[in-house]
Structures are given as structure tokens and as C-alpha cells.
């Protein structure tokens, strides 16, 4: 089940051009296409006369063409010309998703349009701010979206899945992280001190000896994930906020179920230190896309395994805690909103489905 009530990454900005992209979210049909005047829209990718995917189509100044037999939409769904006859037929259009630019990225809200609570979209500054350079990707990801975000709120599987890329030193994985429970996600992290640097990092940061390391992961619902990491040289004050002698890298995984078994994996890294420097963006986002490769490769294994995304018959250990505890809310939040009266508005659904002691 999906929380349909919210807002959800479509695509990158700039991937948004010359060409509409077709896209699946939640199971719907979706193009998605930028006029010429700037507007953005996310309509239902089905021609109402042939049900031909409108992402076959072409942008045409305002509009978008049908590539079967030309019939053209507006950035409503409506349809405003029909190349063989003057008269527009009655109910000439399809559906139009609301559709807002933010952080370089283009959400789609997929549920209900008089429920739009613009909260939904997380902070993340760091995707559009002049001191920072963004390296984003993209990857499809044929596992079920709940098992990515498990993944991204476990800190302790580095040291086995990326000991080539972000796992530096064996004593990591005796680390425990604590959880915390915010009023609208859940935040796991774990300081490192006096660790040896994992080799993306140590090469980023050019640190010949040991470093005091951070790993601070982030959820909001319903599949956004970001982690505030970084390294030090050690001693030199990180822990107590003074990052100024290591590098700091905002990593931003914005994730949305394309079917209960496939995933779009829309990732980022970003980062304040040498940012006009193109080689280190040319190593960070080759370092950063190889490593959630390793992930994706695992999850897809995991996938073959299970059916959805459940983890029933499975049992749990003590590093389980941020992931189990953003599936409650996640679950909690789909079932308000499916036994909520229509007159509710979202964050009612929201204070009620996440209210909670703030540390687990």
C-alpha cells in the first residue's frame, strides 16, 4: 500500500527539456512536461481518444502533441485542438496531477488535490544553494521502496555492503547508533572518533591519518532519506561543531514506489568544500552512484526473496530500531488516510500518525 496524500519526486529539474518523460508512481501513468513558458505539468499518460502514452508525444510551444494522432493538451488535461475537426469533443481531456518545482526537483502530489499540505516537501537547501554543489543521479530500482528506505536508516550494513567505498575501519560495526523520534520523521546517527577514513572520503578529503567521522541519516514520510555525513581530521573539534578541518556531504536519496516491486532511486550528493572543482564532482558522483549500486544490487536480491515490502515472518535486531519505527508511522499514517472522512485535512492525519516520546 502506498500513502497517496503526499508529495513525491518525479524527476530532477534539469532532466525536465525538449522531451516529456513518462513515468510510473503509485501504479499511475504519468508524462511530464515543461512548455515553453516554464510551466510544469504531470498529466495522466493516456490520450483520452486512443489511450496512446502521451510520453510518446512532442512539446509544441504551450502544449503537448499526442504523437498518434495529434491531439493537443494544455498543462490542465485539457484537450484544445483536434487536428481533423473543428469542434473539441465533450470531455476531451485527462486527468492533471498537481505538480510543484522545488530544490531543483519537480514532486508530484498523488492523492487527493484539495488535501495538498506543502509541508510534505522536506528541507533540503543544500539541492539549489550557490555555496553548494549537487552531483544527482538516477537509478531504477526493482525492489519495493519500503526496503530502500530500511537500507538508507541502517547504519550498520556499511561496513559489509560498501567495505570498498564507505566503510574505512572493522571497528564500525561495533558502533551502535541511537534513534530518535522527530515530530514528523525518524533521525538515526553515530559519531566515529579517531577512525581510519573510508576510502571515498579519504580521497575527497585528502586525509593522510585518522579522522572523527559523522553519519546522521534522516526520514520524512512518506520515502525521503538524507544524511548529513562527513570526516575531520581527528581531535580537531567536530563532535562539538567545528567541521572546518574535514569535508561535509549532504546525501539525499529521494525515493518513489513506482509498483509494489520496483522503485525510482532519484540520489545526491552534496557538498561545501571545492565546489567549482569538476574532478571532485567527477569523483563523488561516480563514487556516490557505485556505491548505491552496491545497495541496489543486495536489495534486488533481498526483493527476489520477499513479496512487496513486507518483513512479516522476519525477526528483528537492536539496529532495527529507525527503520521499524518509520514503517509504524508510514502504516499508521496510510490507515488514517484511508478511514479518515474526506473533510480531514492531511495534517491531522500526520500529528495523530506521528505523535510520539521524541527518543526510542
Known amino acids: 500500500m502506498f500513502l497517496r496524500n503526499a508529495w513525491y519526486a518525479a524527476t530532477w529539474s534539469h532532466e525536465l527539456k525538449e522531451r516529456p518523460i513518462g513515468r510510473t508512481m503509485l501504479n499511475d ?30 512539446i509544441a510551444g504551450e502544449y ?60 533540503m537547501p543544500w539541492l539549489d544553494d550557490p555555496n553548494w554543489t549537487a552531483t544527482p543521479g538516477y537509478i531504477h530500482l526493482k525492489c519495493n521502496y519500503q526496503f530502500l528506505v530500511d537500507n538508507l536508516l541502517d547504519l550498520t550494513h556499511i561496513t559489509y555492503i560498501h567495505k570498498n567505498t564507505l566503510s574505512g575501519d572493522p571497528r564500525e560495526a561495533a558502533i551502535l547508533p541511537k534513534t530518535e523520534r522527530l515530530p514528523d520523521g525518524v533521525r538515526v546517527g553515530r559519531w566515529m572518533i579517531d577512525f581510519k577514513p573510508p576510502p571515498l572520503f579519504a580521497k575527497a578529503g585528502n586525509f593522510e591519518g585518522k579522522v572523527d567521522r559523522w553519519q546522521f541519516s534522516t526520514w520524512k514520510p512518506p520515502s525521503i532519506v538524507y544524511l548529513d555525513v562527513g570526516c575531520a581530521k581527528a581531535g580537531t573539534g567536530a563532535p562539538g561543531g567545528d567541521r572546518s578541518q574535514g569535508i561535509s556531504i549532504w546525501s539525499s536519496h529521494l525515493i518513489t514506489p513506482e509498483t509494489e516491486s520496483s ?30 549500486l552496491e545497495d541496489v544490487d543486495m536489495l534486488e536480491a533481498v526483493q527476489s526473496n520477499r513479496t512487496e515490502g513486507s518483513l512479516e515472518g522476519l525477526i528483528d535486531i537492536g539496529t532495527d530500531a529507525a527503520h521499524l519505527q518509520a514503517r509504524r508511522i508510514l502504516n499508521n499514517m496510510i490507515s488514517a488516510e484511508q478511514s479518515y472522512p474526506s473533510g480531514h485535512g492531511n495534517q491531522v492525519r500526520r500529528d495523530r500518525a506521528t505523535s510520539a516520546p521524541s527518543e526510542v
Open 29 to 58: 501513468k504519468i508524462v511530464l512536461f515543461r512548455n515553453t513558458s516554464g510551466q510544469i505539468a504531470a498529466l495522466e499518460d493516456c490520450c483520452c481518444h486512443r489511450a496512446a502514452p502521451l510520453s510518446k508525444g512532442e
Open 263 to 292: 522503485s525510482h532511486y532519484m540520489f545526491c550528493y552534496a557538498r561545501d568544500f571545492q565546489i567549482d572543482d569538476q574532478e571532485m564532482s567527477k569523483l563523488l558522483y561516480e563514487g556516490s552512484k557505485a556505491t548505491f
Open 64 to 123: 503537448l502533441i499526442c504523437g498518434y494522432h495529434g491531439l493537443k493538451y494544455d498543462v490542465t488535461g485539457q484537450c484544445v485542438e483536434v487536428p481533423v475537426q473543428a469542434n473539441i469533443p465533450r470531455g476531451a481531456k485527462v486527468r492533471s496531477y498537481p505538480v510543484h518545482e522545488k530544490w531543483n526537483v519537480v514532486w508530484v502530489w498523488m492523492g487527493d488535490p484539495a488535501k495538498i499540505d506543502m509541508s510534505f516537501i522536506p528541507d
